[in-house]
């Protein structure tokens, strides 16, 4: 008799979101976890003393509201802001204010002009069918094939907009929408930086409009609105390892698996790397589906060509998060003394522009950091005081473009590693030193700092080259080229009792649980 009737690898958000309901159903079920803590890359960790900080995600961005209801997401306390964030564009711009009142929204942008406000009107309606066609909202259902995305047009229109994801480039959509580069400039900086910080493209790239789409999908009435938890992001792991717990699930930390067993096509169960083997006829991981198949999973027991399909997923992270425990509220001085009102100090983008952005990112290419970087800064301590001591104030920025291991070189591997740390101090000056510009005595009141580079994500959370897409959002990396549940669509694996659910399969990335929601239905499903 097996040990457990289900195992779930991985206890970040997709990994908890099917362990807790297959405990609920009624399977028995293991959760383990490699790490000293559950959660992920949602997580609220405390790095310094009394300073909590969101070390990935920090919103749980629209999704679902079956999947939201069915885990109890909805009554979470969050923080009301009336002010979701500030934008501007480099230095020395007007601010854009992101209101939460969609109303009041519309009238602020008619400050930049009426064709800021027609643009982004076009913006929303060009998004309609891309967001359809990618399934962005769905729950418990396949990836869409191409014939299947283009039948989700209603006319040309929207047919158009499907070849824009497919095939265009955020610079497309954007001067087609947005055309005045001065007028529009911090809406373009804004939504270039949306979409590419989940790719490896500068946004003039083909293909790149495929990012931009999921990231700036509009919701419908099947979709929740982005929330800020109270506490941080982690507020919501730590609610789902309290149901699943609370039902009789088993969450084991510092347990890292070795490997998925397999015995005749069969899962069996796992064995950990202190050799012990845990058994159970359904193993879910919701670690990233290349390094469950390639790694976890013996070869012999995959079908080279399957094997191949995942081994060549794009996971090139590069960007640069920097975590600050500050003495005070950072003071912004003039013209930007409206940033000093602690509603709009929970989220401020500094951005390059699009044609700036492509330029850092060939740069990066080249293992050359921007020399004026586009920076989201957020101080949510302003808006949730119980994530600093009193007084104090935790800050993060996080940045593009820091080049990736392929874009560095060296004569050797020390050389490497040197070129490595140096980029990351260089990149992380920068970053400070651009804040500064606008808040004169935020240098002054840093009290510690941490920088994290997609070298740190990899060791802290297991995302293969940083990634925290699991997959970045590349044309050949969504819809049937993302896996569900049982793998690829028309190339399942094999494997009877093996299921997918981390943020590189179909309904990831992003803290969506449409992963981890679609494997724990696919799991019920075979049961039934």
Same mark, same amino acid.
């Given at each position: 008799?097996?040990?457990?009737?289900?195992?779930?690898?991985?206890?970040?958000?997709?990994?908890?979101?099917?362990?807790?309901?297959?405990?609920? /159903?009624?399977?028995? *079920?293991?959760?383990?976890?490699?790490? &000293?803590?559950?959660?992920?890359?949602?997580?609220?960790?405390?790095?310094?003393?009394?300073?909590?900080?969101?070390?990935?995600?920090?919103?749980?961005?629209?999704?679902?509201?079956?999947?939201?209801?069915?885990?109890?997401?909805?009554?979470?306390?969050?923080?009301?802001?009336?002010?979701?964030?500030?934008?501007?564009?480099?230095?020395?711009?007007?601010?854009?204010?992101?209101?939460?009142?969609?109303?009041?929204?519309?009238?602020?942008?008619?400050?930049?002009?009426?064709?800021?406000?027609?643009?982004?009107?076009?913006?929303?309606?060009?998004?309609?069918?891309?967001?359809?066609?990618?399934? %962005?909202? $769905?729950?418990?259902?396949?990836?869409?094939?191409?014939?299947?995305?283009?039948?989700? /047009? *209603?006319?040309?229109?929207? %047919?158009?907009? =499907?070849?824009?994801?497919?095939?265009?480039?955020?610079? $497309?959509?954007?001067?087609?929408?947005?055309?005045?580069?001065?007028?529009?400039?911090?809406?373009?900086?804004?939504?270039?930086?949306?979409?590419?910080?989940?790719?490896?493209?500068?946004?003039?790239?083909?293909?790149?409009?495929?990012?931009?789409? @999921?990231?700036?999908? +509009? #919701? $419908?009435?099947?979709?929740?609105?982005?929330?800020?938890?109270?506490?941080?992001?982690? /507020? !919501?792991?730590?609610?789902?390892?309290?149901?699943?717990?609370?039902?009789?699930?088993?969450?084991?930390?510092?347990?890292? +698996?070795?490997?998925?067993?397999?015995?005749?096509?069969?899962?069996?169960?796992?064995?950990?790397?202190?050799?012990?083997?845990?058994?159970?006829?359904? +193993?879910?991981?919701?670690?990233?589906?290349?390094?469950? =198949?390639?790694?976890?999973?013996?070869?012999?027991?995959? #079908?080279?060509?399957?094997?191949?399909?995942?081994?060549?997923?794009?996971?090139?992270?590069?960007?640069?998060?920097?975590?600050?425990?500050?003495?005070?509220?950072?003071?912004?001085?003039?013209?930007?003394?409206?940033?000093?009102?602690?509603?709009?100090?929970?989220?401020?983008?500094?951005?390059?522009?699009?044609?700036?952005?492509?330029?850092?990112?060939?740069?990066?290419?080249?293992?050359?950091?921007?020399? $004026?970087?586009?920076?989201?800064?957020?101080?949510?301590?302003?808006?949730?005081?119980?994530?600093?001591?009193?007084?104090?104030?935790?800050?993060?920025?996080?940045?593009?473009?820091?080049?990736?291991?392929?874009?560095?070189?060296?004569?050797?591997?020390?050389?490497?590693?040197?070129?490595?740390?140096?980029?990351?101090?260089?990149?992380?000056? %920068?970053?400070?030193?651009? =804040?500064?510009?606008?808040?004169?005595?935020?240098?002054?009141?840093?009290?510690?700092?941490?920088?994290?580079? #997609?070298?740190?994500?990899?060791?802290?959370?297991?995302?293969?080259?940083?990634? @925290?897409?699991?997959?970045?959002?590349?044309?050949?990396?969504?819809?049937?080229?993302? #896996?569900?549940?049982?793998?690829?669509?028309?190339?399942?694996?094999?494997?009877?009792?093996?299921? &997918?659910?981390?943020?590189?399969?179909?309904?990831?990335?992003?803290?969506?649980?449409?992963?981890? @929601?679609?494997?724990?239905?696919?799991? !019920?499903?075979?049961? /039934?």
């Amino acid at each position: 008799m097996a040990d457990y009737d289900a195992i779930v690898i991985g206890a970040g958000h997709n990994g908890l979101t099917a362990a807790t309901l297959l405990q609920r /159903a009624g399977l028995s *079920t293991l959760c383990l976890e490699s790490k &000293l803590y559950a959660g992920g890359m949602a997580s609220t960790v405390e790095l310094f003393d009394g300073f909590k900080f969101e070390i990935a995600g920090s919103v749980q961005i629209p999704t679902s509201a079956t999947v939201s209801k069915e885990l109890g997401l909805d009554d979470l306390p969050t923080v009301d802001l009336d002010v979701m964030s500030v934008s501007l564009r480099g230095v020395g711009d007007d601010p854009l204010v992101y209101y939460t009142d969609p109303i009041k929204l519309m009238t602020h942008i008619e400050v930049h002009g009426a064709e800021a406000v027609n643009g982004m009107a076009g913006l929303m309606a060009w998004c309609k069918a891309p967001t359809r066609a990618l399934g %962005r909202f $769905d729950a418990g259902k396949p990836p869409k094939t191409l014939d299947e995305m283009y039948a989700c /047009a *209603t006319n040309e229109f929207e %047919r158009s907009t =499907i070849t824009d994801l497919l095939f265009g480039s955020v610079t $497309d959509v954007l001067d087609r929408y947005l055309p005045d580069k001065e007028k529009h400039g911090a809406l373009r900086g804004m939504l270039a930086l949306l979409a590419v910080n989940t790719t490896y493209r500068g946004p003039a790239t083909p293909g790149t409009a495929a990012a931009l789409a @999921y990231g700036f999908a +509009v #919701p $419908d009435e099947n979709a929740l609105l982005v929330k800020k938890l109270r506490g941080g992001i982690g /507020a !919501l792991t730590s609610h789902l390892q309290d149901v699943f717990t609370s039902n009789g699930g088993e969450l084991r930390l510092r347990s890292k +698996v070795d490997e998925i067993v397999v015995a005749d096509e069969r899962v069996t169960g796992v064995r950990l790397d202190d050799g012990t083997t845990v058994t159970a006829p359904v +193993v879910v991981s919701a670690i990233a589906p290349d390094l469950t =198949i390639t790694r976890l999973v013996d070869g012999a027991a995959v #079908p080279a060509d399957i094997k191949e399909r995942f081994s060549r997923v794009d996971h090139r992270g590069s960007y640069l998060q920097m975590h600050f425990a500050l003495d005070g509220i950072p003071e912004f001085a003039p013209p930007y003394e409206l940033l000093n009102d602690p509603d709009m100090q929970s989220n401020i983008g500094i951005f390059s522009t699009p044609e700036e952005l492509q330029q850092q990112w060939e740069d990066c290419r080249r293992g050359i950091v921007p020399a $004026d970087p586009a920076i989201a800064l957020q101080i949510p301590s302003v808006n949730d005081p119980g994530l600093a001591p009193p007084g104090k104030h935790a800050a993060s920025a996080f940045s593009l473009w820091f080049p990736p291991a392929d874009a560095r070189s060296g004569d050797s591997r020390e050389e490497t590693q040197s070129s490595y740390g140096e980029m990351k101090v260089e990149m992380g000056r %920068r970053v400070i030193d651009k =804040i500064t510009r606008l808040a004169p005595n935020f240098e002054s009141l840093i009290i510690r700092h941490t920088t994290f580079t #997609p070298k740190h994500m990899g060791t802290m959370f297991g995302a293969p080259g940083g990634d @925290y897409c699991h997959g970045l959002i590349h044309p050949d990396q969504i819809g049937i080229n993302r #896996p569900g549940p049982k793998g690829y669509v028309g190339q399942p694996i094999p494997i009877d009792g093996l299921y &997918l659910a981390s943020a590189g399969c179909h309904g990831g990335p992003g803290i969506t649980f449409i992963p981890g @929601y679609n494997a724990a239905q696919a799991v !019920l499903a075979e049961k /039934a």
